[in-house]
């Protein structure tokens, strides 16, 4: 692919994980307006089903802004800046965009996605350690939502630009 292609299927990329990124600030407000944060098993048993759907929302949205990241826009970065990234495993992409400056830290965010993967495999037996991983995500979403809005920041170097005005939640993030 040339590269116009490889900034245009960047920036789509981008656009899509806007959309994302603005679900999960949208979850974030509503689930600080709901009090549910932080979230205890005494709390979790008297939870109705709208709070639950709420939660989980909430965890999808941040599951799906970690893959998208991940899996989408540090493959693309990748090819922009035409590095070797189809060969890498997540880590060495995170120390890759860590380097490049399209992520400030490579650590945190890969603390961030290991979270997210270890509640996707959870166990009812586990029930307080999957309580501590929805609580470090209800913590730690908005630092993951700053860290897509410095992607963003990052790719206006290749003239991405994406308007706030269509994310209305991100706007106020």
């Known amino acids: 692919m040339d590269n116009i292609t490889v900034v245009a299927v960047l920036k789509s990329k981008i656009e899509v994980t806007a959309s994302i990124a603005d679900r999960l600030a949208y979850s974030i407000s509503k689930a600080k ?24 929302a909430y965890l999808f949205r941040y599951g799906s802004l ?23 495993s997540n880590r060495d992409k995170s120390n890759l965009m860590e380097r490049l400056g399209a992520l400030p830290s490579a650590e945190e965010f890969s603390s961030l996605a ?19 991983r929805v ?16 992607i963003a920041k990052y790719a206006e170097k290749f003239d991405i630009q994406i308007s706030m005005d269509d994310f209305k939640h991100l706007a106020n993030s």
């Open 33 to 56: 307006r709901l009090n549910l944060d932080p979230l205890s098993i005494e709390k979790l048993a008297v939870l109705s089903d709208d709070e639950m759907e709420v939660i989980d």
């Open 114 to 132: 290991i979270v997210r993967n270890k509640l996707m495999h959870d166990y009812p037996e586990e029930m307080q350690k999957h309580l501590d």
């Open 135 to 150: 609580n470090f995500i209800t913590s730690e979403a908005p630092r993951l939502v700053e860290v897509f809005l410095g």
């Open 66 to 88: 970690v893959s998208n990241i991940q899996d989408a826009i540090f493959k693309s970065i990748g090819e922009v800046e035409q590095e070797p990234v189809s060969t890498m």
